[in-house]
């Protein structure tokens, strides 16, 4: 409610009153509103100035500065704060939008989390039946061998020759029958032929598209020969080993062993044998003997002057400097070395304690050449790794050596070979073809030099 004010100082009361005492009174003026009057006496005039003189002067002027301060308090800053409050409710409200978004994003995430949940238990169920499940017999089949006429290296080998010593070599491979599909029974003999791969699962992700996939020739306790090893190898730290109980627990995608190797693996040349996994450590020449029982390093050594992390790979690349492999005669490495300029060599090693035993220089570059593998100690070369119709190219017998070119059909169906190996028990060549997990049925003979 405004109050209007006034004031008097002289006027109303005679001299001699005023300076006993001030005066107020209340009441209403003609508009009915509620007046207070004040007197005071001056302390100095007599009289009144006819204009009133300087302190009644701005005694009204701070008079009209507190009425207006009264309006804007009392009416006058209502509409100012509005907009803060209103700014400040708009803000609330976005709060809770988002707050109702987060909670229905939780919700789905806590649905998806159960189900996921559900998913592990079915599977942990369907591995713990498939275990207690007794396997069946197998008995191995060998496919029959198509007719094999005479094959000379086609377009498609990447050999690349850069020196007088790197000569090409010419010969034709001819089928001899033999029981066992080999030339003695024994179980050795010259690769004839490869049939076509079978697939047995594709990786889920993109650290599966390059990898090594394995089975132990020589299986140790606790694990046994149906027992298939994997890692994949795309990524800076790869320590990964997935164990399976056989394959088809490999193709389902159940795992039921993982461990975590103490150093991190390079490249796709790892390889299994005598209940010992052996790769080589990343960005060096050192080999690890990983032993699966105690699950820790059995031995480790230095493979001299071979070429690591990129200087003597296959022509795909992915680190493959040093390729590690078994066969009937034992454990092997396949690399190269400055002094032999790039050319293969092999190295046949102690599965103990990794010291080399021998070794042999071949005349073909390792560069040039998607793959090697041993079978039966002479290694054989893989041309390319994308085409969908290449060859085995090449072969060297540690036991003459000597070394010859072949043309034995080989196809990379998927057309991104990155790794292939020997298993001397089941006759087979494992791959890993572009994601996939591959394996190739083969056939022995005696191959004739011509």
């Not at 987060?102 to 649905?111: G, H, T, Y």
């Not at 998913?119 to 007719?147: D, F, G, I, W, Y």
């Not at 790869?238 to 056989?246: A, S």
């Not at 991104?416 to 073809?433: C, E, G, Q, R, T």
């Amino acid at each position: 409610m405004f109050l209007p004010v006034v004031l008097c100082v002289c006027g109303l009361l005679t001299q001699g009153e005023a300076q006993d005492r001030a005066a107020m009174w209340r009441g209403n003026d003609r508009n009915g509103r509620c007046q207070y009057t004040f007197t005071v006496p001056s302390p100095s005039e007599t009289t009144c100035p006819q204009n009133g003189g300087p302190e009644v002067e701005g005694l009204k002027a701070r008079l009209s500065l507190l009425e207006v301060l009264v309006a804007r308090l009392s009416g006058g800053e209502i509409g100012t704060q509005s907009k803060p409050q209103n700014d400040l409710q708009e803000s609330l409200n976005r709060a809770i939008g988002e707050r109702n978004l987060l909670q229905a994003e939780k919700e789905r995430l806590e649905r998806e989390l159960e189900g996921l949940q559900r998913r592990v238990e079915e599977m942990r169920r369907e591995t713990e039946r498939l275990r207690n499940k007794p396997c069946p017999a197998q008995t191995p089949v060998v496919p029959p061998s198509p007719p094999l006429q005479d094959r000379r290296p086609t377009g498609d080998s990447t050999w690349q020759y850069g020196h007088p010593g790197f000569q090409e070599l010419k010969a034709e491979v001819t089928e001899v029958p033999a029981p066992g599909g080999t030339d003695d029974g024994t179980g050795c003999g010259d690769l004839v032929s490869v049939a076509e791969p079978v697939t047995h699962r594709r990786a889920d992700n993109i650290a599966g598209k390059y990898g090594v996939w394995m089975q132990d020739p020589e299986a140790v306790s606790p694990y046994g020969p149906n027992m298939v090893w994997r890692i994949d190898t795309v990524g800076s730290e790869i320590r990964q080993l997935f164990g399976y109980d056989d394959m088809e627990q490999l193709s389902k995608g159940f795992p039921s062993k993982v461990l975590l190797l103490p150093d991190p693996v390079e490249g796709t040349g790892a390889t299994m044998y005598r209940g010992s996994l052996y790769y080589q450590r990343r960005r060096s020449r050192t080999l690890i003997r990983y032993e699966l029982s105690s699950e820790s390093i059995a031995a480790r050594r230095e493979l001299s002057h071979a070429g690591f992390h990129g200087q003597f790979p296959y022509s795909w690349g992915g680190y493959t400097d040093i390729d590690l492999a078994v066969d009937e005669q034992g454990l092997w490495a396949i690399y190269s070395t400055t002094k032999a300029k790039g050319a293969i060599v092999i190295a046949q090693l102690d599965p103990n304690s990794l010291e080399v035993k021998k070794t042999w220089e071949t005349n073909i570059r390792k560069n040039s050449v998607a793959n090697a593998f041993m079978i039966c100690g002479k290694l054989y070369t893989v041309a390319s790794y994308t085409s969908p119709d290449t060859t085995i190219n090449y072969v060297y017998d540690t036991a003459t050596s000597q070394g010859r070119a072949l043309a034995v059909p080989f196809k990379n169906k998927y057309r991104y070979n990155s790794m292939i190996d020997y298993n001397p028990v089941h006759k087979k060549l494992l791959a890993w073809d572009n994601f996939h997990i591959v394996s190739y049925d083969l056939r022995l003979g005696r191959a004739q030099a011509q």
